[in-house]
């Protein structure tokens, strides 16, 4: 078949039944039809645990479930909003998850798959939150709270967060070039695809005298949008919200 899909940053709540709608959709149709799926990050506006009940997240877990089961591989990346997915969702969904960064032989490409967080190195503020609680023993206490306190920390993290990036520049949420530069270098790629800025671009250029091309995934807000990855070409697709109301 020689397609790749990659999507990220769908934020997924009960607050926008119509992207949950989308997304369901997606996996029933467009999904079915290639070699694996790659979520890079943020399927989820907040994961509290694999053990919280949303019945919207119960519905969207059986979907991806019967996507995998029907043999498409489907692997999910941590974003900042889901970090705490675990392995009663990896068995739940028959989804891997894997880690940021992951590298890749994509048809002979070898390409570099990251959420994005980690490269927005100029904001020192975010960067230190997250070197807090990506840590196994800041995970392994968390979760040992009742369900109901985790949403509820969640809930009131996402309020300070929203209420933090209105009032930083919008820059220093975007990548840090320098630091892109290193991470290819590092891990000796010059194919990088990534999401988490919702800024969807092909951004081409030339390092250490050899052409490189970062791809950034956009989100799933006013529509949906899926990277299509074969030997060599990368083309998005958008899929259109359909019917009324808001997203
Ligand atoms: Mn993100």
Redesign the pocket.
Known sequence: MQETLFIS?LHLTPERPRITALFLEFLRTRATRCDALYVL??LFETWAGDDDPTPENRDILGALGRLTGTGTPVYLMP???DFLMGADLEALTGCRLIPDPTPLDLYGTRVLLL???TLCTDDEAYIAWRATVRNDRWIREFLARPIEERQALVRAARAQSRAATGAKAGEIMDVTVGEVERVMRAHGVRTMIH??THRPGVHRFTLDGEPATRIVLGDWYREGHVLSAGAGDFTPETLPLTGNGSG
């Open positions: 940053d990050g943020d974003g900042n909003r959420h994005g967080d999401g988490h």
